[in-house]
């Protein structure tokens, strides 16, 4: 019976408020028509059979609703603590911001961390500091079987689609990229316009779906590929096996945001969710993909070619190691993305429990090359929470060449960590295909916040490596980070993890690494 009485209450006020329109004033009105409202959805709530909560307490039951859906802004803006927010706390959001607008970046009275923490890391700097270089840092790219190298920057654009981005963020980050000279991934959605407008340096990525390149029957198709990677703008070309968000399934993209100019682009019906599939089928094991990379960068007339991969098991790659010994072929670079990486859309189980964190993925990748002899002309990229110049030396002492951002390059863009990527109602115009809220982007402007950050950063990062006495990142080893293990212990990151010397792992591998060395083969993956 209690569940009646507000249905009843609002009826009867309702009532009441009429009554007295009719009588004293029209005034009333204005009670009468929301108790009305009121009293009409009570009435509904009692009748609908979806919500158990909204038929046992009508109309106050919404108030639960509403409260949930505010949840999100309550805890950014009024909850969470300077350090502690997730997936990018406000300490590293408001430096994206800053750094974009070109606003004061400093900080006054002293860290917020806690130092002392366990797992605190800190790099190791000099008693005899120098200068910084007055021009960045640049990596070549391309090894010894590459004709067309190509000088990276030290933090670019990561892989974002036109689909999963409006074409206003687009086009904003490829102009930031062109007015700063850094490379601006594609992501797996192919070539859009959009990317090539502005004229920025691309690195055209091509996952299972082949978007770009893709047959009818949605296969890799060769005649497509040569003619768009002969593109200028294509400077390189990688091979996406797997995401640090979503390792194991491919690429999603919403069926709300599948818009008729996003599925003419890669070949799919609109407004259909559009998954691709979990592996590649133009190639078959690890001695195969070494051939695929071969044959495109044939096919491109020279250019880098490499892949990106999510570590799972450390056998995988090593099967990996064992193809390019065995087929004598090497990609030219090898992007590694973290489980902490970002993404448009994806089950929350693969989000949160499949693939291996970046900081170990990035070190298994490079000793595993180091101990088979064949670092030398491949170049590591480092992809996944690369904010701030302190992540970008961090990563390099790791064993990247060179890193790559995308969700700090949406910031950078304006975006709010709204966390909506996936509704098509981003509420900045970068996550959207809505032309309602993408025309809130305005390109000229977000381009030149995207330079911004990206040469600021990329100062602090050589403002560090001076500050360790260093002049190139060249310079920078794994000695130089320091992580506290327990409450009375700092240890290098040399003495933490299984290192290598180069060709170990050819003459006599250590116990650690034995066992995924004699479990790899060249043949097949685990």
């Keep these: 019976m209690i569940r009646f009485l507000t249905p009843i209450a609002a009826i009867a006020l309702a009532a009441a408020a009429v009554v007295l329109c009719a009588r004293a004033s029209w005034w009333w009105l204005f009670a009468a028509l929301p108790l009305l409202f009121l009293a009409v959805v009570g009435v509904a709530d009692l009748a609908q059979t979806r919500h158990s909560i909204l038929r046992n307490y009508p109309i106050l039951g919404h108030l639960r609703f509403t409260l949930e859906a505010l949840r999100p802004e309550m805890q950014q803006y009024f909850i969470e603590r300077n350090t502690d927010g997730r997936p990018f706390d406000r300490d ?48 070549t790219v391309g090894g010894p079987q590459c004709s067309k190298p190509y000088e990276m920057a030290l933090l670019n654009v990561s892989a974002m689609s036109f689909g999963s981005l409006s074409a206003n963020a687009i086009m904003a980050l490829n102009t930031g990229a062109r007015l700063g000279g850094f490379a601006h991934d594609t992501g797996e959605g192919g070539l859009s316009e959009y990317h090539l407008r502005p004229g920025g340096d691309l690195v055209w990525e091509i996952g299972s779906g082949y978007f770009g390149c893709r047959s009818s029957d949605g296969r890799f198709d060769l005649a497509q590929f040569r003619d768009k990677a002969a593109n200028p703008q294509v400077k390189c070309v990688s091979i996406k096996l797997s995401q640090g968000a979503k390792p194991g399934i491919g690429g999603v993209m919403p069926a709300a945001k599948m818009t008729p100019e996003i599925a003419a682009a890669r070949g799919v019906p609109a407004y259909h969710k559009c998954v691709s599939p979990p592996g590649h089928s133009a190639f078959t094991g690890p001695c195969g993909l070494m051939e695929f990379v071969a044959k495109l960068r044939e096919e491109t007339g020279g250019k880098p070619v490499g892949f990106k991969l999510c570590l799972g098991r450390p056998t995988d790659f090593l099967s990996l190691c064992k193809a390019m010994i065995a087929t004598g072929i090497k990609p030219d670079f090898i992007i590694v993305d973290g489980s902490e990486g970002g993404t448009g859309a994806a089950p929350l189980e693969f989000e949160d429990h499949m693939g291996m964190p970046l900081t170990d993925g990035l070190i298994i990748v490079n000793q595993s090359l180091i101990g088979c002899e064949l670092r030398d002309g491949i170049k590591i990229a480092a ?61 000229e402007d977000k381009a030149r916040r995207v330079f911004r950050f990206q040469r600021e950063t990329v100062a602090s990062a050589n403002a560090l490596i001076a500050a360790m006495g260093l002049t190139s990142p060249d310079q920078l080893h794994n000695n130089l980070l320091v992580r506290r293990t327990d409450d009375q212990t700092l240890r290098r990151f040399d003495e933490i993890h299984h290192h290598l010397e180069p060709g170990q792992l050819l003459a006599e591998p250590p116990q650690w690494w034995k066992r995924y060395w004699e479990n790899s083969s060249a043949d097949q993956f685990s």
């Design 92 to 139: 590293a959001r408001s430096l994206i911001y800053e750094r974009a607008k070109g606003d004061n970046q400093e900080k006054a009275f002293g860290t917020e961390l806690d130092v002392y923490q366990v797992g605190q890391e800190f790099l190791a700097h000099s008693m005899a500091p120098v200068s910084p270089p007055d021009d960045p840092h640049t990596v």
């Design 383 to 443: 992809s996944g929470k690369v904010a701030s110049g302190a992540d970008i030396v961090k990563r390099l002492i790791q064993g990247a060449d060179y890193t790559n951002a995308a969700r700090a390059m949406m910031m950078a863009v304006g975006c709010i960590q709204a966390q909506r990527c996936h509704t098509n109602t981003c509420p900045v115009g970068v996550a959207t295909q809505d032309p309602k809220r993408s025309r809130a982007l305005v390109v």
